[in-house]
């Protein structure tokens, strides 16, 4: 009998996690939720005003991303409670910035030196059948069009004069 008092130790208390690793990780969920619902608004827009075809589940993925790495945080705490948080809070910043990555792949940008008025805006979709959306940003400004009518609008830019 004293063989087996020996032979089985006692059981270690469970170690507490850090409250950070507790309580950061879903505070950054819902900032990365709510700084991604303008990002996703303001990059997507282009791709839905020029009938861009893409996932329509996008337009959620404010939700759907730090949600899913908010649920992988949950299932993973327990057992790695800093490396998950970490890692789930990391992998839902990127995964975020690939929707800015996938709509800036997905149109084409010609710079031009001046921003079209509204009338050459309407009269330049009539006459080519295309819309275009124009930006401006630090950089100048660009009118953005669908990548298979890039050619043809910076031919018609190119005959008005204002290709940079």
Same mark, same amino acid.
């Given at each position: 009998? #004293? !063989?087996?008092a020996i &032979?089985?130790r006692?059981?270690?208390p469970?170690? +507490?996690?850090?409250? #950070?690793a507790?309580l950061?990780p879903? $505070?950054? @969920? ?7 619902? &303008?990002f996703?608004a303001?990059d997507l +827009?282009?791709l ?6 893409? $996932?329509?589940?996008?337009?959620? #993925?404010h @939700?759907?991303i730090?949600?899913?790495c ?6 993973? =705490? ?14 839902? @910043? =990127?995964?975020? &910035?690939?929707i800015? #990555?996938?709509a800036?792949?997905? =149109?084409?940008r010609?710079? =031009?030196t ?5 009338? !050459?805006?309407?009269? @330049?979709?009539? +006459? ?8 401006g ?6 009118v ?7 050619? /043809?609008a ?9 290709? /940079?």
């Open positions: 009998m #004293a !063989e087996v &032979d089985n006692p059981v270690q469970r170690k +507490r996690p850090s409250s #950070a507790t950061l879903p $505070l950054l @969920f819902l900032g990365a939720m709510i700084m991604a619902a &303008d996703t303001i +827009r282009p839905h005003v020029l009938h861009v075809p893409y $996932l329509k589940a996008m337009d959620y #993925a @939700f759907i730090p949600g899913a908010a649920l992988l945080w949950l299932a993973t =705490v327990q057992k790695w409670p800093n490396a998950s948080s970490i890692i789930c809070v990391l992998l839902c @910043f =990127v995964l975020i &910035d690939q800015r #990555a996938y800036q792949k997905h =149109v084409a010609l710079p =031009v001046r921003w079209l008025e509204t009338d !050459e805006a309407k009269s @330049f979709e009539s +006459r080519n059948g295309f819309p275009i959306y124009q930006v940003s630090k950089d100048g400004e660009f953005i069009v669908a990548p298979e009518n890039a050619a /043809r910076r031919d018609e830019f190119s005959r008005l004069g204002i290709v /940079r």
